[in-house]
C-alpha cells in the first residue's frame, strides 16, 4: 500500500517561497505506472488541483499557478517536491500529493493521498 | 466558481438511497473519464469511483456511478451514518489543460 507523508514550513510570509516535500513509501516515484499531483483545499472550500509530475520530470500545471509553481521529483530520496513563490493569503491551504496509478485509472483519478499539510500565509 | 456543478447539499434517511449530481461540458466529462471522492471532516479525500464507474476493491458496492453525455452521477444506496460526508467529482479539461474538482456536495443522512 503507497503511504504520502507531506511536510512544510505551515507558516509562510507573504511574497515568499513556499517550499513542501512528500515522501513516498510502499511505492517508487519511479514507477512508470505512478503520477504524483499536488492538490490544495482553501478553508471550507473544495478541492484545487495544482499540477502532476511523473516519474520522468514532466509536468503539468494549473494554468492558474504555472508562473509560481516548480514540481520535482527526488528519486534517490523517493519524494516529490512543490515550491511555490510570491505567496499571498490567497495561498492559505491544506496542500495534499496524491498518487495516480494508471493501471487502475487514468492519471488524473487519485488513488493515493497523503494527510494533507497545512500551509498559512501571514506576516 | 467551478466548471464543474455539483449541488451544494444533499440529505436522506439511513437505508434510503441518494444520487449527487456533476455537471460540465463537451471539454471535460463529455469527453474525459471521471472519478468521484468522498471526504469526512479532517481527513484527506479517498477515491469511491473511477474511469466513470468503477470501484476500487476495498469500495463497497453501495456506491456506483455513471455518467451520460455531459453530466455525471454518484449514487449510494442502503445509507449509513458514516457516509456523511463532501463528495467531489473530478476530471480531466482538455480546453484548460487542467485537473478539475466539483464545487462539493455535502451529504447528511438524517
Known amino acids: 500500500q503507497v503511504h504520502l507523508q507531506e511536510s512544510g514550513p505551515g507558516l509562510v510570509k507573504p511574497s515568499q517561497t513556499l517550499s513542501l516535500t512528500c515522501i513516498v513509501s510502499?511505492?517508487?516515484?519511479?514507477?512508470?505506472?505512478?503520477?504524483w499531483s499536488w492538490i490544495r483545499q482553501h478553508p471550507g472550500k473544495g478541492l484545487e488541483w495544482i499540477g502532476q509530475?511523473?516519474?520522468?520530470?514532466?509536468?503539468i500545471y494549473n494554468p492558474s499557478l504555472k508562473s509560481r509553481l516548480n514540481l520535482s521529483v527526488d528519486k534517490s530520496k523517493n519524494r516529490l517536491s512543490l515550491s511555490l513563490t510570491s505567496v499571498t493569503a490567497a495561498d492559505t491551504a491544506v496542500y495534499y500529493c496524491?498518487?495516480?496509478?494508471?493501471?487502475?485509472?487514468?492519471?488524473?483519478?487519485?488513488?493515493?493521498w497523503g494527510q494533507g499539510t497545512r500551509v498559512t500565509v501571514s506576516s | 466558481q467551478s466548471v464543474l456543478t455539483q449541488p451544494p447539499s444533499v440529505s436522506a434517511a439511513p437505508g434510503q438511497k441518494v444520487t449527487i449530481s456533476c455537471s460540465g461540458n463537451?471539454?471535460?466529462?463529455?469527453?474525459?473519464?471521471v472519478s468521484w471522492y468522498q471526504q469526512v471532516p479532517g481527513a484527506a479525500p479517498k477515491l469511491l469511483i473511477y474511469?466513470?464507474?468503477k470501484r476500487p476493491s476495498k469500495i463497497p458496492d453501495r456506491f456506483s456511478g455513471s455518467k451520460s453525455g455531459t453530466s455525471a452521477t454518484l449514487g449510494i444506496t442502503g445509507l449509513q451514518s458514516a457516509d456523511e460526508a463532501h463528495y467531489y467529482c473530478?476530471?480531466?479539461?482538455?480546453?484548460?489543460?487542467?485537473?478539475?474538482f466539483g464545487g462539493g456536495t455535502k451529504l447528511t443522512v438524517l
Open positions: 496524491a498518487g495516480a496509478d494508471i493501471l487502475m485509472g487514468t492519471n488524473f483519478s487519485f488513488d493515493y
Open positions: 510502499g511505492g517508487s516515484v519511479s514507477s512508470d505506472t505512478n503520477y
Open positions: 509530475i511523473n516519474h520522468r520530470g514532466i509536468t
Open positions: 463537451t471539454s471535460n466529462i463529455g469527453n474525459n473519464y
Open positions: 474511469d466513470n464507474y
Open positions: 473530478g476530471t480531466w479539461d482538455s480546453s484548460l489543460i487542467a485537473a478539475l
